[in-house]
């Protein structure tokens, strides 16, 4: 006598909502930064340039360890490295909050926060797999993606209103909080066991930390007027070249690999990578420049950034999840290249808005055009990347396109805000010199010390800093400060104009490829894309 299949487990309701919340902390974290920077500023007595440097290194650390994260989760466990990851991104969180020095949110939210994030992301995709099965693994993989996405749309308006009306320590002593409740709760997970290869490659371990890291540490201290900067980045060059030679030579000579450079041979992994990163630098170079715009020029407070920026958040995640449901038989590649062109679009009308702008209401169209554009490539590219890799290969895929993503992310932001910075220190030294009101040694002055200054210097607070100076000097140093901040993110939204524009290019490359074939393997691969 047969029996029909057994019967599918009830789903564990609580440890999805626990997954999800644990997901919610990681995506929100980077939205309270960029709306806080002032706060954070002022009470931390540091410079523009230095937060921004550690919203971009705290990408950094995550994508350059995220495939070695992947691996000790296999080696250690997956729940040792989940409860390991969210320990560390608490100890990100409880620093913010206790916080006196930029130095301690570099090392504890910056590095250590990012190291969880490298060990959190990989471990949940396996644990959501090992902890649910069919269609309950299905909701919980929609549930988790849907709780980033609602993540990406409320943070920057939710760490606006809770900096604002209480403190930016308060909203990061919420996350404090809400991994104290997932932690509660891990019980409940089961720990899902590797048995492929436990063999290390840490030489290319090492190498992917070195080449990603290089490239954007280079650009960082670029921003900082450090020097060994090309060499840095010859260093992170050089470092990925070597990279490559040795996974081709381990993989030829049959010893194990960090990632199967066989991945890169599949023409829709590889076009999809491409996709995701250039979509990353997009995001991370509008999300740092803009903030900076609305704070340190038009002088808003966080809850009045966030509002401003609320419809590049609010229209990526509506479009992302309108796009995803009703693409119909439309193809990825043309609603790709769609997506990419309103990014350019969107930019263009930004760039000579800016000048002009005295309000956020200013930014509302260009914002809705390019979060619309951002939305469609979120809808798409995860499933695009990831839909020719068979399921024993889709763990390890994952983690290339999320080390991608989170590698032009960190990019995006460091070298977007590096653009804006030296715009800003080149256009204060031009005007000074050229200023027929200024004298000689006036002119230093001023060229001095907006230069060191510059990112911090709204006019209010200059006009503070020139009380008891001439009129005519004190009215031409804030003609000089006006002038100059617009043009400086004009030259750094040239950024993800130029990013988009490959965007653009390379969709024209997608559309002469196949189309994607459905993949039930790819359903959980998403997470954190």
Do not use: C
Request: proline letters at 4%; aromatic letters at 6%; a negative charge.
């Amino acid at each position: 006598m047969t029996t029909g299949p057994e019967p599918a487990a009830p789903l564990d309701r609580r440890l999805a909502i626990l997954l999800a919340m644990a997901m919610f902390v990681l995506v929100v974290d980077t939205s309270f930064m960029n709306v806080s920077i002032s706060a954070v500023v002022a009470d931390l007595d540091t410079t523009v340039s230095g937060v921004q440097s550690a919203i971009a290194l705290e990408a950094l650390v995550s994508a350059a360890f995220i495939l070695i994260g992947s691996k000790i989760g296999d080696l250690a466990g997956r729940k040792r490295a989940y409860v390991l990851g969210l320990l560390a991104y608490a100890t990100g969180a409880v620093a913010m909050m206790l916080a006196q020095s930029l130095t301690a949110v570099i090392i504890f939210w910056a590095i250590i926060g990012g190291l969880g994030a490298s060990l959190l992301l990989p471990s949940m995709q396996s644990l959501i797999h090992g902890n649910f099965s069919g269609g309950n693994q299905v909701k919980v993989y929609a549930l988790v993606g849907a709780s980033a996405s609602i993540a990406a749309a409320v943070g920057p308006l939710l760490g606006g209103f809770i900096t604002t009306y209480l403190s930016w320590r308060v909203a990061f002593g919420l996350e404090a909080l809400i991994i104290v409740v997932v932690l509660s709760g891990i019980k409940l997970v089961k720990d899902v066991q590797y048995t492929g290869d436990r063999s290390i490659d840490l030489v290319g371990a090492g190498l992917s930390a070195v080449a990603m890291g290089g490239i954007v540490l280079g650009i960082l201290v670029w921003q900082e007027g450090g020097e060994a900067v090309g060499a840095l980045i010859a260093l992170g060059g050089v470092a990925l070249a070597v990279l490559v030679w040795w996974l081709l030579r381990r993989k030829r000579q049959g010893k194990p690999v960090l990632l199967d450079p066989d991945l890169f041979r599949l023409p829709l992994f590889r076009v999809g990578v491409s996709q995701q990163t250039l979509q990353q630098i997009t995001l991370g170079a509008a999300m740092i420049t803009l903030p900076i715009f609305l704070q340190m020029v038009l002088e808003y407070d966080a809850m009045a950034a966030g509002l401003s920026l609320a419809p590049l958040s609010l229209s990526m995640f509506a479009i992302a999840l309108l796009a995803g449901k009703r693409a119909g038989r439309r193809r990825p590649a043309d609603i790709v290249l769609v997506g990419f062109a309103l990014v350019v679009v969107g930019v263009l009308v930004l760039i000579p808005v800016v000048p002009r702008a005295t309000s956020g209401w200013y930014l509302v169209l260009p914002l809705l055009v390019v979060g619309s554009g951002l939305g469609m490539l979120v809808s798409q590219l995860n499933n695009y990347t990831l839909s020719p890799i068979t399921e024993e290969r889709v763990s390890e895929a994952a983690g290339v396109n999320s080390a991608a993503g989170s590698f032009g992310l960190s990019f995006g932001l460091a070298f977007a805000g590096g653009v804006m910075l030296a715009a800003l220190s080149l256009g204060f030294t031009a005007q000074a010199d050229a200023s027929t009101v200024l004298s000689p040694e006036e002119q230093t002055q001023v060229a001095t010390a907006l230069e060191e200054d510059a990112e911090l210097m709204s006019n209010t607070a200059l006009e503070e800093t020139l009380a008891g100076q001439p009129e005519d000097v004190q009215d031409e140093i804030l003609r000089i400060n006006t002038e100059v901040r617009p043009r400086a993110l004009q030259i750094a939204l040239l950024v993800p104009l130029l990013a988009g524009l490959v965007g653009v290019a390379n969709g024209f490359r997608m559309r002469r490829l196949p189309d994607p074939q459905p993949n039930a393997a790819v359903e959980g691969a998403s997470l954190g894309g």
